[in-house]
């Protein structure tokens, strides 16, 4: 037994005995090697502290932190008899960085901020690699196909321990995209698909566009974006295999992208699963979603509007710490869908940071955060607040991070924002059988910081010049309403009118979010308006003529569903204002204006639309203001010539009181080959316009003007050309047709 017991006592003693050996009191440091950086600083890095016991895993841990500073190449230490010796090999100092054979001064300042070495650092060889990367990258991010660079050193002369650091860049030459092709299972056209991507074919009118070049990055969104456009059309499985370059000689890229669509999916059957601790009737109305839903093709955006409905829900209830998740299950060729409903974790916010502003204030980034210091977390809320700095257009990029408090239950909230430049400038000439246009605009939306959008405008016709200025406020007051002033000031003179119009006007409004896509508005407007009568115009007209003044209140309500408000393919937008007299010398009236459009997409071949317009303006006393009388939008009757439908006055189409269309459109956008570049629809107008209250010689009638025809939409070298055929199938004598109109012209 005393046998087993020494055993086991020599066993601990020899098994413990090399550790304890192993710790030693530190007396002493010495450090070699050192030029540039003295001693004490190298004991800081290194956190040495003397008369502390130092085991072998401290000292390791000692070179540890004084590798981390990138100011050795080496370091090797001996620690004996409480003396810790340390050698080390400073890194070369970086005197300075050059980039050679790239002319362009803005892309050299452009790569030494994107470099990971900088000038007055130290120098790592093992971050030369991947700047060289960081560079041939950046110049593929311009089009530059196969950018060439390589590193070089140069000592500098007297200088202890510098170097200079070469980049010798050759660009190589900027390709285009000549071509872009879909292989595969691709199961859609290829004109639609070019369509979905960011990437552009190369033609003459795309002059600035820099989608035109090669980017791999733009490569990696093209097949997000397939991936998302087929995902959305039921394909669940669908793949973008790959994307090939290829360079032909003298012709430019042909970019491919390999698609693998899959099955196309539907969905069979959509359900909830709630815990017990809510109430179940409160998500009732999802019910009526799911009947929508069930037998459509599976898209995920319809899964997202039900996940928006569930947020909507939960915040018209006001409930907290409610959380969501979704399963899918495939069974055959339909997907099961459950939305999971249940109790979160209680989470308080603590703070709230705001990081990455330069220009933009504080105040302005919080007014669009709807959760603040001690609110209850909520991840619906943070993900809206997120959405609302997205939509304001000051950030190219808005991320959140959620940091520990200093309790469980509690959260740092951090909004952390990447500036972009908010002026845009732009310029437009157009010419078609309406005349020539020439326009010219400049924006900021971001004035003083303050999240202002101010706004200017000049456009000159051939028988009109215009021109504002528009400041708006986007959250006024932090309230979240829009609040907009503007100065406006036009000049018409049109020789089929017989009256020549200045009208220069002041206004101040706001439009503000009533319910979900629910807009009301509201604007006061003082305006100076002056009437000049051609000398040959009748009696009945001279006597419109004068000069006016105009104080008029006037509010709208308006509801958009469109998916998108560029080509929409389903929802509908409806409006409808109205213009109420406050004060006016003479001739004062009310305006009425509604509008419903409504789209539908039968197919990825048929778009239909549907579009109504009724306007109206009554005199309160008098007659109604020869300026203020209406005319059918020219885009609403294809195949008249514009505003010379209606009451005339001799020669003279002076408008009228009351106007009204119907629209039918159905656009093809696969009917004609990709390599036409030509878009077409096919429409059905009917509208009329009617009453002219001053003169009752006034020749009108209340016969409803119709037509049919195509219009087409062709891209061609000299820009956008836009052309409509349209044939009058009911019209009068008086009105004036145009079988045949084109405009051609863009933005630049």
Known sequence: MKKTFYKFFLFLILTFLPFNLQAEILKKVEVYGNERIVKETIIVYGDIKENKDYTQEDIDNIVKNLYETKFFSSVSINFSNGVLKITVVENPIIN?????????????????????????????????????????????????????????????????????????????????????????????????????????????????SNN??????????????????????????????????????????????????GKRY???????????????????????????????????????????NIDEIIDENELQFVQHSVSETIDGDFIDIEFKIYEGRKVQIERVNIIGNTVTNDSVIRSELLLDEGDPFSNIKLEKSISNLKARGLFKTVKKRLLDGSSKDLKVMEIVVEEKPTGEISAGAGTGTDGTTFSFALKENNYLG????????????????????????PNYNYTGNSVNS??????????????????????????????????????????????????????ALKKQEGSFTDLTFSYGVDKDTRDRRFMPTSGSITTFSQGLPIYSEEQASIFNRFSLSKYH?????????????????????????????????????RGFESKKIGPKDGVDYVGGNYAAALNFEAALPNLLPETTQTDIAVFFDAANLWHADYDSSVGQSSKIRSSVGVATNMYTLVGPLNFVFAKPLTKVDSDSTQTFKFEIGTSF
């Open 96 to 208: 300075s960085i050059l980039i050679q054979g790239e002319p362009t001064k803005k892309y050299v300042t452009a790569i030494l901020e994107l470099l990971s070495l900088k000038e007055k650092a130290s120098y790592i060889k093992s971050e030369v690699k991947r700047d060289l990367e960081i560079i041939k990258s950046f110049y593929k991010s311009l089009g530059y196909y196969s950018p060439e660079v390589d590193a070089r050193i140069q000592e500098v002369e007297g200088g202890k321990n510098l170097l200079n650091l070469v980049f010798a860049v050759d660009r190589g030459k900027r390709e285009k995209i000549s071509k872009i092709y879909f292989i595969g299972d691709k199961k859609v056209k290829t004109k639609r698909l070019r369509d979905v991507i960011a990437s552009e074919e190369a033609r003459f009118w795309k002059v600035i």
């Open 212 to 261: 035109v070049y090669l980017n791999s990055d733009r490569i990696e969104l093209d097949k997000r974006l397939l991936k998302r456009y087929y995902l959305g059309k039921g394909y669940y499985d669908v793949q973008i295999l790959s994307s090939n370059v290829f360079l032909k000689e003298k012709e430019g890229i042909e970019l491919t992208f390999s698609i693998n669509a």
């Open 266 to 308: 539907r969905i069979k059957k959509l359900s909830t699963d709630i815990q017990p601790v809510f109430d179940k009737s409160i998500f009732k109305p999802l019910q009526s979603d799911f009947k929508k839903y069930a037998g459509e093709y599976y898209s995920p955006f319809k899964v997202t509007k039900i996940l928006e």
């Open 450 to 473: 303050k999240g202002l959008t101010v706004d200017s405008s000049l456009e000159l016709t051939e028988h009109s010049i215009r021109g504002g200025v528009e400041v708006v406020n």
């Open 486 to 539: 503007n100065i406006f000031s036009k000049k018409t003179d049109n020789p089929d009118s017989g009256f020549e119009n200045t009208l220069t006007s002041l206004g101040i409004g706001t439009r503000f979010e009533q319910y979900k896509n629910v807009y009301l508005g509201s604007h006061i407007e003082l305006a100076f308006d002056d009437v000049k009568v051609d000398s040959t115009a009748s009696s």
């Open 601 to 637: 997409g039968f197919s990825d071949d048929v778009i239909g639309a549907i579009k109504f317009y009724a306007a109206g303006v009554t005199a309160l006393e008098d007659d109604v203001r020869l300026s203020k009388r209406l005319h059918v939008p020219s885009r609403r009757l």
